[in-house]
């Protein structure tokens, strides 16, 4: 689950916590509860404000020959030892066994 980073204007506070995408947490009861944190003397229905403090992280998947032209090899597991290199070009051996030389 992604973390985020709520501040409290009531007591100056930023509290990290995890929850779903599909979540906005809009108090500090909510934040503290989440958190598994004590509310302190802060009022509980007191507003919070989600901050970005990081960029989030994104994964883009790569095709084959993609994978191949960045200069990466893709093995296969198609038996015991034996994997087939899905990246190699045409006239290329498709099949590498284990314990040989590439």
Known sequence: MPI???YCDANGETVEVSHGVDRELA???EVCYTA???LGETDPMAPVRRI???APAVSV???NAELRDLGFKKLVRRDDGV?????ARD???RIVRA????
């Open 4 to 6: 985020y980073e709520y």
């Open 27 to 29: 108090t500090w009861l």
């Open 36 to 38: 598994q944190r004590s």
């Open 52 to 54: 970005l403090t990081r």
């Open 61 to 63: 998947t790569k095709s």
């Open 83 to 87: 994997y087939e290199d899905v990246t």
């Open 91 to 93: 006239g290329d051996a």
């Open 99 to 102: 314990n040989e030389e590439t």
